[in-house]
């Protein structure tokens, strides 16, 4: 059986300004690595951040919190580009 910390990092929720479907574990990470270490998650495709509510039932995306942090985020950015002109 999973212990509520293994539901915590499944939880998903969708970036409200892309519409990528996002685990917690991924958004915690995605702002970890780019620098974020606040209680935020960061979508890895369009990198915006937000606060989270957890529950029971799941992951609420709150606030878009990504305009407090525009050097993490124009970091984010650049990365995504330089992977997508890897791909191409």
Avoid: H, P
């Amino acid at each position: 059986m999973e212990d509520f910390g293994e539901k915590l990092m499944k939880m998903k929720a969708s970036c409200r300004k892309c519409e990528r479907e996002m685990t917690f574990e991924d958004g915690l990470n995605c702002a970890r690595d780019n620098g974020i270490n606040s209680e935020v998650v960061m979508c890895k495709k369009c990198c915006s951040v937000y606060k989270t509510e957890i529950t029971f039932s799941g992951m609420t995306l709150l606030d878009d919190v990504t305009n407090l942090y525009s050097v993490q985020v124009a970091n984010c950015q650049q990365a995504s580009k330089k992977w997508w002109q890897f791909w191409k």
